[in-house]
C-alpha cells in the first residue's frame, strides 16, 4: 500500500505504518496543481493537516485511494460526501489532542473569571491593586458546552471537580448524562448557560451560527469561549453583545478571520473584515491564542498514534 504524507505529522505515524509493509513517501512540499496533474495516481491513502483542499476535483486523480487520513479533529477540508461516493475512507484522531483542548479552555476561563492577565500585568508595572482583581469562582457558575463529542466531553471531564453545575446541549446526540454533565435541551441551554463553550465541527450548517439572533436568546450575561473553528462566529456580532453586556469576556482560540488552511491572519484582504479584527484587538476582555488549544507536545504524539491504530486495524498488510 502506498502512502502520500501531504503534511508534516509525528514519526511514529510513519514508523508504524511502514513497520507494517506500507511504502511511505514524504510529499510535503506538493501543491494541488501538482496532484490535479497526475502525481498521486498510484497512492493508496493520504495523510494531511490542513494545507490542501481534498474535494471531487483531486480526488478525480486519485483512482487508487483507499483513504484518508486528517492528524487533528476538524474534517472541513475533506470532502466527506465525494469520499463516501467512492468507498474512500476517512479517518480523524480527535482523541489525540482532547486533553489538551480541555486544558486549554479550563485555563481560558480561569484567566477570564480571576483576573489573571490583568493581575499580572499590573504587578509587573508595581501596583498592587487586590480590590480591582477580586475574582469570581468558576464553582458559582454553571458552564454550558455545546456540542457533546470528544472536545465537548473532555472540557466536561476537566471540569468534574471544580464543584460548577456543567450542562450540555448537542443536536444530533442524545441520552448523554453522567456524573460530569446534565444533557438539556437547546432551549434549556439558552436559559441556563453562565459560560459557553464552543465545540461544535465547521460546515454550512454551523458556519455564522454565533450571530445576533443567536446571542440574543441568553437569560443571562456569559462569558463565551470558542475553540472549535472561527468561522461559525459572527465576530462583529460577538462584540455587540460584549459593547451591550449580554457577553461579559470572550475567550477565543481561533479566529473568524483565519483562512481555511488555519495559516492565520496575514490572507485578510477585505476591508471590512480588517476592520472587526482591530476592533476586536482593542478590548481588555477579549483573551485570544492562536488556534492552540489542541497544540502541545503530548498531542502531536498521540494525533499520530491514534491514527496510526485506526488505519493498521482496518488496512494493514500483515493482518491475517
Known amino acids: 500500500m502506498n502512502v502520500a504524507f501531504l503534511d508534516t505529522v509525528h514519526p511514529i505515524l510513519k514508523n508504524k505504518l511502514e513497520e507494517n509493509g506500507f511504502h511511505c513517501k514524504d510529499c510535503l512540499t506538493l501543491t494541488r496543481d501538482d496532484i490535479l496533474e497526475g502525481t498521486l495516481e498510484n497512492i493508496n491513502g493520504i495523510i494531511l493537516r490542513s494545507r490542501l483542499q481534498i474535494d471531487a476535483t483531486i480526488l478525480n486523480t486519485l483512482p487508487n485511494l483507499q483513504?484518508?487520513?486528517r492528524s487533528g479533529s476538524g474534517l472541513e477540508n475533506i470532502d466527506l460526501i465525494e469520499a463516501k461516493k467512492r468507498n474512500i475512507q476517512v479517518y480523524n484522531s480527535p482523541e489525540g489532542n482532547r486533553d489538551a483542548l480541555g486544558e486549554h479552555v479550563l485555563g481560558m476561563i480561569?484567566?477570564?473569571l480571576h483576573?489573571?492577565?490583568?493581575c499580572d500585568r499590573s504587578v509587573h508595572e508595581r501596583v498592587w491593586a487586590r480590590e480591582k482583581?477580586?475574582?469570581?469562582?468558576?464553582?458559582?457558575?454553571t458552564v454550558g458546552i455545546l456540542g457533546y463529542g470528544e472536545m465537548g466531553s473532555s472540557l466536561a471531564l476537566k471540569l468534574s471537580g471544580l464543584g460548577c453545575k456543567v450542562i450540555a446541549y448537542d443536536k444530533y446526540k442524545s441520552d448523554f448524562s453522567s456524573d460530569l454533565v446534565e444533557e438539556v435541551s437547546e432551549a434549556e441551554f439558552f436559559q441556563r448557560s453562565e459560560i459557553v463553550s464552543l465545540h461544535i465541527p465547521w460546515t454550512n450548517e454551523t458556519k455564522n451560527l454565533v450571530n445576533s439572533n443567536w446571542l440574543s436568546k441568553f437569560k443571562h450575561q456569559f462569558v463565551f469561549i470558542n475553540s472549535s473553528r472561527g468561522a461559525v462566529v459572527n465576530t462583529s456580532d460577538l462584540l455587540n453583545a460584549l459593547d451591550s453586556g449580554q457577553v461579559s469576556s470572550i475567550g477565543l482560540d481561533v479566529l473568524e478571520f483565519e483562512g481555511r488552511s488555519l495559516e492565520g491572519l496575514d490572507q485578510i484582504k477585505d476591508a471590512e473584515s480588517r476592520a472587526t479584527l482591530t476592533r476586536l484587538l482593542t478590548y481588555p476582555n477579549v483573551y485570544l491564542s492562536p488556534h492552540v488549544a489542541g497544540w502541545t507536545i503530548e498531542s502531536y504524539i498521540k494525533l499520530s498514534a491514534f491514527l496510526a491504530q485506526k488505519i493498521l486495524k482496518d488496512f494493514s498488510v500483515k493482518r491475517t
Open 133 to 141: 482583581h477580586r475574582g469570581t469562582e468558576l464553582s458559582s457558575k
Open 110 to 112: 480561569l484567566m477570564i
Open 67 to 69: 483513504w484518508i487520513a
Open 115 to 118: 483576573k489573571l492577565r490583568s
